[in-house]
């Protein structure tokens, strides 16, 4: 076994152990209750525009991206940009591909800034309804012959999210990722989502595992899970299957 074998192996048992602590998980459970009404997650930006992702899911989406080395990236839900920049500048560096974003109202402000950023030219933007048929085909289009991870970060209702599962995770290469975003919903208190139409039994995790019934071609990471601790996705990261 060589050196960086070692070290896999070595950080392996370390995460077992740290998934097995109950009061480490308690407190990590404690911190994000208490990060969400602080909302955290938005005093981040990536390469200078808002990404409103916890770091932790940032080093994971690099990680996989590293990993699968994909063509193509599609996002639903665009939001500010800043999780298209950072996807597209990883593509950069990878040397190819591009980024499909698809969000049902880009704000003008917003679409400027992205158009307007140095890595424009590997960022493709829809608007429209992601659950649209003519929206969906479009994804399928670019997705055609490519290797292609998603990522479904828009509205997180347990039947809008069931939508976009069905439509958008045929489109995952095998050994790629389907990663659903904001399933941790399920696991906070509802008094933390105030007039959100999600909430505690009704949002992406409950989505997940409900889809997950019927399609075994995919798995829940929980490697993934195990390494985080602190994450918007627990049981989101969803590999298919080789």
């Not at 997180?156 to 439509?167: I, Q, S």
């Not at 958008?168 to 990663?179: D, E, K, M, Q, R």
């Not at 999600?198 to 409950?206: H, I, L, Q």
Request: glycine share 6%; aromatic share 8%; net charge negative.
């Amino acid at each position: 076994m060589d050196d960086h074998q070692q070290f896999a192996a070595d950080c392996a048992k370390e995460v077992q152990a740290q998934a097995d602590d109950a009061e480490f998980r308690q407190l990590s459970r404690a911190w994000m209750d208490r990060a969400q009404q602080l909302r955290y997650s938005y005093h981040f930006e990536w390469m200078g525009r808002p990404i409103i992702q916890y770091p932790t899911d940032i080093l994971a989406m690099q990680e996989l991206m590293w990993r699968i080395q994909p063509d193509l990236v599609i996002e639903t839900g665009i939001a500010r940009g800043g999780s298209l920049i950072f996807y597209a500048s990883m593509m950069q560096m990878l040397g190819r591909g591009e980024v499909l974003g698809i969000d049902i109202d880009i704000r003008a402000h917003n679409r400027e800034a992205i158009e307007s950023h140095p890595m424009a030219s590997r960022i493709r933007m829809i608007e429209g309804s992601s659950l649209d048929a003519t929206i969906v085909a479009q994804a399928a289009a670019a997705a055609e012959g490519k290797k292609v991870m998603v990522v479904l970060d828009s509205n997180h209702t347990h039947e809008h999210v069931l939508g976009e599962l069905e439509r958008y995770a045929p489109l995952t290469s095998p050994g790629s990722y389907c990663v659903v975003m904001d399933t941790v919903v399920e696991d906070m208190p509802a008094s933390l989502f105030g007039d959100r139409p999600w909430a505690p039994g009704d949002n992406p995790k409950t989505a997940v595992h409900a889809w997950l019934k019927t399609h075994p071609e995919f798995e829940i990471d929980h490697a993934m899970d195990a390494k985080l601790a602190v994450s918007v996705a627990p049981h989101g990261y969803l590999r298919r299957r080789a």
